[in-house]
């Protein structure tokens, strides 16, 4: 309402710019454009089997989809097979282009069953991240497997200590607070006065323990995640000289279906090994997909009597 009052040459959103923030330009800004087929030129329909973005200078990458055994269902599969001649189409016309210098926007075909979409405007972190986002966004016939790596949602430590809390608090009551602690602990050392951060959330009574996450996309997260965790907990045992048992380490995985089968497996083989070196080292490790298990195992493993 205070705006409806200002004088035309007052400024209506000054109230407003003391709050703005600037922006951080993109790494990245160019165009893309899709990659269409229309198998029959009687008929209107087309389909996206591809994505190729350009940067201001005029240089692309794209990429076709590789697999047709969609089309399958709608040709048949002898039919079909002349999506895959027009999609080697697509490609020989685009990497002539390259090849020559052409401009995006410029490139031909040999085929009018080929062609290029509308050019937008796009942004990101760098053209290949570009265009395997898009790709998976806009091209609709790619493998239901690929598409769940774009639909994979992470989950980093902190929520997964959220909702394994969240069960622990039905499970232990007002045991909780004599399990849980502040995550991030500053221990100092006597040598030289230095101060060293751990990162933990379990602590009770003669015991020191972690909850953490697996749930990422790339296997080498997950690895460097278990390592960093079971090295604060080591040290920190260390320091208090706990035995064996009482450092416990507490992961949670990604659910079966919630990935490609091949990097479910990447990702269990790599905790399967870390996990059978740190029970060797006197850890109880516990691997779970849900948070109510994973905080059954937290309360049995800390034994604290309400």
């Known amino acids: 309402m205070k705006s409806m009052f200002l004088s035309a040459g007052d ?26 087929l229309q198998p029959d030129a009687f008929a209107r329909q087309r389909y ?47 990497l002539r282009a390259q090849n020559s210098k052409i401009a995006l926007a410029d490139t031909q075909f040999d085929t009018g069953m080929v062609m290029l979409g509308d050019l937008w405007p796009t942004s ?12 998976v966004d806009v091209v609709p016939f790619i493998p239901r497997e690929e598409r769940k790596t774009r639909d994979f949602v992470t989950l980093d430590n902190a929520a997964v200590r959220r909702l394994v ?21 500053a221990v100092v050392d006597r040598t030289s006065g230095q101060s060293h951060m751990l990162e933990f959330n379990l602590e009770p009574a003669g015991k020191v323990g972690s909850v953490i996450s697996a749930i990422y996309k790339t296997p080498t997260s997950v690895e460097l995640n278990f390592l960093r965790a079971s090295r604060d907990l080591a040290t920190y045992s260390r320091i208090r000289e706990l035995e064996d048992r009482q450092i416990g380490l507490f992961v949670m995985v990604p659910a079966d279906g919630s990935m490609p089968p091949s990097e479910l497996e990447r990702i269990e083989n790599i905790l399967g090994e870390q996990s059978w070196s740190l029970e060797k ?10 948070a109510g298990p994973l905080a059954r195992d937290v309360w049995e493993w800390a034994s604290v009597e309400q």
Request: contains cysteine; glycine residues 6%.
């Open 165 to 185: 809390d969240d069960e622990l608090k039905r499970i232990a009551g007002l045991s909780f607070e004599r399990l849980s602690v502040y995550p991030q602990r």
């Open 124 to 135: 990101g972190r760098s053209v290949d991240a570009v265009l395997s986002r898009l790709f």
């Open 281 to 290: 080292q006197g850890f109880v490790v516990s691997m779970h997909d849900a």
């Open 11 to 36: 400024d209506p959103y000054a109230h407003l710019r003391k709050h703005a923030t600037a922006v951080p330009r993109a790494e990245f800004e160019g165009t893309w454009a899709t990659i269409e």
């Open 48 to 94: 996206t089997v591809g994505v190729a973005v350009a940067d201001q200078d005029g240089n692309f990458i794209f990429r076709l989809l590789d697999d047709v055994s969609k089309f399958d269902c709608l040709y048949g599969r002898d039919d079909a097979a002349e999506i895959r001649t027009l999609i080697e189409a697509a490609e020989h016309g685009l």
